[in-house]
């Protein structure tokens, strides 16, 4: 596949130390309260070899949704855009052909539309994104989440 004709868009949590809140004021801090407790959420884009080119830190409760505008209009020039069901949208959708790519976004259960224009083969690229996020939190400093700003 040549460069950047497939990009994957997941998220993570990273479950936040203790220690690392009480921020200044004003500050961006990234670390949010979710169900399990204060959390910071990374949002991720790799290209076609499993490299990270975008990312964003929110906190862990912000949706898949809501960040997804955002990594799509950093994208340029692909052909595919890959992402599981968190990022079921028709304004995403309508955002990436609008770029010029097609998305493979598979449809909630809840969809009144099916899944007849996905193709699993394709979609199993999405393991990109998950080893990329392997690898990250490998790091001491990503897994714990010890800082107070982003």
Known sequence: MPLRALVVALSSR????QHSSGAARGAESGIGKSVAGNTSKIHMAV???????HFEITGGQVPDCKMAPELVACI???????ADKGYDSEA????????????????KENSLKG???????????????????????HFRS??????KLK
């Open 142 to 147: 990503i897994a714990t989440r010890f800082e």
């Open 47 to 53: 290209d076609s070899f499993g490299l990270p080119f």
């Open 14 to 17: 990273v479950k936040v130390h």
């Open 115 to 137: 899944n007849d224009d996905m193709d699993w083969g394709l979609y199993k690229y999405r393991h990109l994104v998950e080893n990329a996020f392997a690898q990250l939190k």
């Open 76 to 82: 340029l020039d692909v052909e595919w855009v890959i």
């Open 92 to 107: 995403l959708r309508n955002q990436i052909v609008e770029q010029g790519g097609i998305a493979m976004i598979p449809r």
